[in-house]
Structure formats: C-alpha cells, structure tokens
T-cell receptor, first 113, second 111 residues
C-alpha cells in the first residue's frame, strides 16, 4: 500500500510569511505526528493528532499549529516565519500511535530567507 | 522518556557485522527499545523493537541484557547501502506517538 506522502517536498518562504504543509498518512492509520529536523537540534517532536484531536505536543511556540481532518490527513501551519524555522519537516503515521511502529514520510524541506 | 547515549559515529567495511550499543540507564519498566534508520533527506525508517533478551528480524538483531540498561543493534554483513544514521529510542511502547530522538550514530560502510 502507499506510504506516507507529504506535500510540497520543497518550499522557499520569506521571513514573516506563513506556510502550510500537508501530510497524507498510510490508509488505515489514525495517528499523525509531526517532527522538525535541523542540523543543530536534530529530530524534535512537534505534535501528534489522533482522530482529529491533538493528543501530544512538543516544546514549540504557538506559531506552530496543526490539524487533522476526518480522513486522517493532517496539515501543519507555521505563522510569522523566522530564519530558524528552516528545516526538514517530517510527518509520521501509525495505526494508533501507541506501542506501534511509526512510518515516516519523505519530509518537506522548508527554507526561510 | 529515558535519555539514550550512543556513539556519534562508527566505521565498517562491507561484509562485516556491525554492533551499535545504546545506553539507557533510566529505562522504565514499561519502556520498549526501538531502533530507526535514516538516510540523508529522508524520514527515519523503523528497524526493530524489543523489550528484553533478543529480537531478530530479516534486517537486524537486538540484544537486551537482563538489567535492560543498554541494548545492542546488530547488523549482519553490512553493505554500502547500510551507511546511514541509526537512532536508539526508549519509551513506552517504543515511544509510540511521541518519539524522542537522540543524536544517533552515523554508520559509514566502505568497500
């Protein structure tokens, strides 16, 4: 079956703008998590959605938000972009999000200039 | 989630067995140990998960001693394509929906 897909794959934005990233989980997976990966901070957990509800949240400012739709697809939004938001944003899905394997997408490479 | 410590990097040659050890002294009773592999500009990929003793799948083996304060990922007969970063994670049910990644181990396999 198809893997996790993320769109767009690459994005260039200017400071102060906002951006929306999209993630389509594997069919049947209800949990979607978002991660930010940078050379300096490594992979960091942003938040997790399950059945359209945010179930867990990492230590990121309120500029980072997300949502999940009834078909489990998820979007992540970053407002008022800063240079430090340049990163690879990864989405991962799993069946339930508990005690099970996470499947990661290829990521969206965001560059903020 | 329990903090993990891994070597920053390891070098090996094709055909050799590679063992990457991870320390997790504060592992909790209900924590699992999970390993992920990541290639550049790609998302991490699940390798193996275990709770105690030994777990083996078609890709790797995971050895966990009785005290569970460490674990060793064993990759048999590595090839160039095994060059990647390997992450050890410890948490309830393998970290479940909130994975905490450490710095990982950069494995470089040469001819």
């Amino acid at each position: 079956k198809a893997g996790v897909t993320q769109t767009p794959r690459y994005l260039i934005k200017t400071r102060g703008q906002q951006v929306t990233l999209s993630c389509s989980p594997i069919s049947g997976h209800r949990s979607v998590s978002w991660y930010q990966q940078t050379p300096g901070q490594g992979l960091q957990f942003l938040f997790e959605y399950f059945s359209e509800t945010q179930r867990n949240k990492g230590n990121f400012p309120g500029r980072f938000s997300g949502r999940q739709f009834s078909n489990s697809r998820s979007e992540m939004n970053v407002s008022t972009l800063e240079l430090g938001d340049s990163a690879l944003y990864l989405c991962a899905s799993s069946v339930s999000g508990r005690s099970d394997e996470q499947y990661f997408g290829p990521g969206t490479r965001l560059t903020v200039t | 989630l329990a903090k993990t410590t891994q070597p920053i990097s390891m070098d090996s040659y094709e055909g050799q067995e590679v063992n990457i050890t991870c320390s997790h002294n504060n592992i909790a009773t209900n924590d699992y140990i999970t390993w992920y592999q990541q290639f550049p500009s790609q998302g991490p990929r699940f390798i193996i998960q275990g709770y105690k003793t030994k777990v083996t799948n078609e890709v790797a083996s995971l050895f966990i001693p009785a005290d569970r304060k460490s674990s060793t990922l064993s990759l048999p007969r590595v090839s160039l394509s095994d060059t990647a970063v390997y992450y050890c994670l410890v948490g309830p049910g393998g970290g479940g929906n909130k994975l905490t990644f450490g710095t990982g181990t950069q494995l470089k396999v040469e001819l």
